[in-house]
């Protein structure tokens, strides 16, 4: 009869526990859920952040908050916008209807008017459909945001007219949207500007104005962006070449590499969701403890065995967690020798690309004669090296002004891994005169005395 009451005792404190956790959650607003969904998503969470933006939306209902209700919607269409555009869109048009019934800031109109827009378009290109809904959207937008003078969301909605004209191959329209784009950009928007800007003269072929407007483009610390840049360049060189085969092979190498980031994501992702699920579980381990502690000795005695099971529940928990923390271990480590491979194939590609150089040619080619290369040469290896080497050369001009063009060339000579023999065929000069002139080049202008260094490993460094 004890033992039945003390049950019938734990399972009441229990329920109250659970009651007042229960409505200290129900007290939540919609704002701060709003945050809480942010923060999520900053941190790669997308599954966690989706979810709070679903819990947004029923609080912000409930509370007439009408600014968070549409706002919830939007970056809900934004969160799916990549593996659904359909559901997106149907989430943009809610949104859209929320804002009509309870207008606030026209600024937010025009931009969701624009994201409408956006999704629509994915959706017709995915489908193979028509882009009138997706123009129509947009340019309800830019006609607001021109009305108003807002500059940076008339490049916005330009830049998305750009983007549907150049998807419906219409890349003439896509790049005067462009150009008008880009005369009204900020500095925010003007990398994705130019995207679209060099995207449309490649379309058409018009490759020395395609590459101008990529090495305007500063990446910064975004990666996906750096290797669209990287990768462009390099299929402009190709190009240039007419090697359509081995452009392919670029831009295969590049997807996969592309492919390995966003698995890392999906991966950090797992892990942020295992971390909340296990701070969730320790917050509410701590919020019971706090109760037992108000109650009677027969409370306090059932808290002493509901926590020693929960020290073997966590120490069980904890194997676990070292058994997936080697398991991630192993596949960071798998994922590590991929992107090796991956590394080795863009390397094999510039070498290919090198030897097909006819200035490289004209040099390989060459015995003990004196060898002799036009200025227009010398330009044409150096423009081609700095296009599948990540711009070395074009960095080390800026980074040492007062290079002579002899030291610049030795060094496009030296980064070429040809002899000694070779170089003093072209500089009519002796072998040791060669190796001089690399150690003088190596201490006056890299600042390196140390012997064992050598220009070769100093260039590959830069």
Request: charged share 25%.
């Amino acid at each position: 009869m004890f033992i039945r009451s003390l049950y019938i005792f734990i399972i009441g404190v229990l329920m109250v526990a659970c009651s007042q956790q229960q409505q200290g959650t129900d007290s939540q607003t919609a704002a701060r859920c709003l945050e809480e969904a942010q923060t999520a998503f900053s941190n790669d969470s997308i599954r966690q952040g989706e979810t709070l933006l679903r819990k947004t939306i029923q609080l912000a209902e409930a509370s007439e908050d009408w600014h968070t209700y549409y706002i919830a919607y939007q970056r809900l269409a934004e969160a799916l916008s990549q593996s659904n555009p359909e559901e997106a869109l149907r989430l943009m048009k809610k949104a859209l209807a929320i804002y009509e019934q309870h207008p606030d800031d026209e600024r937010n109109y025009v931009m969701l008017l624009d994201y409408a827009g956006t999704y629509a378009a994915q959706k017709a290109y995915t489908t193979e459909g028509s882009y009138d809904e997706a123009l129509n959207f947009i340019r309800r937008a830019y006609d607001i945001a021109e009305k108003s003078q807002m500059a940076d969301l008339m490049c916005q909605t330009l830049t998305s007219l750009a983007n549907i004209a150049w998807a419906r191959d219409d890349y003439r329209q896509a790049l005067d949207y462009a150009h008008r784009a880009n005369s009204t950009a900020t500095t925010e928007l003007r990398p994705g500007t130019l995207q679209v800007l060099a995207r449309s003269y490649l379309s058409l072929n018009m490759l020395d104005s395609a590459e101008t407007v990529y090495r305007q483009i500063d990446p910064g610390s975004d990666v996906h962006l750096a290797y669209i840049v990287q990768s462009s360049l390099a299929n402009i060189a190709l190009r240039r070449m007419g090697a359509t085969q081995v452009e392919d092979s670029v831009e295969e190498a590049f997807e996969q590499i592309e492919g390995f980031y966003y698995k890392a994501l999906e991966q950090k992702d797992e892990y942020y969701q295992e971390t909340l699920r296990q701070e969730m579980e320790n917050q509410q381990l701590e919020y019971r403890s706090q109760m037992y502690g108000r109650t009677l000795l027969i409370v306090i005695i059932a808290a002493v065995v509901i926590l020693l099971a929960t020290v073997l529940a966590l120490r069980y928990r904890i194997r676990l967690q070292e058994q997936e923390k080697r398991q991630l271990q192993q596949e960071a480590e798998h994922q590590k020798t991929l992107l090796h491979q991956a590394n080795e194939v863009v390397t094999f590609l510039q070498g290919f690309i090198l030897e097909r150089t006819e200035v490289l040619k004209k040099l390989n080619q060459s015995s003990d004669s004196v060898i002799y290369l036009s200025p227009h040469e010398w330009s044409e290896i150096e423009r081609t090296l700095n296009a599948i080497d990540g711009n070395r050369f074009a960095k080390i001009r800026e980074q040492y002004p007062t290079m002579q063009e002899d030291d610049i060339r030795l060094c496009i000579l030296t980064r070429l891994g040809l002899s000694n023999r070779t170089i003093g065929n072209i500089y009519c000069i002796t072998v040791s005169a060669v190796q001089h002139r690399k150690l003088k080049l190596k201490k006056d202008v890299f600042g390196e005395s140390n012997p064992e260094i050598t220009l070769e490993q100093i260039l590959n460094s830069r």
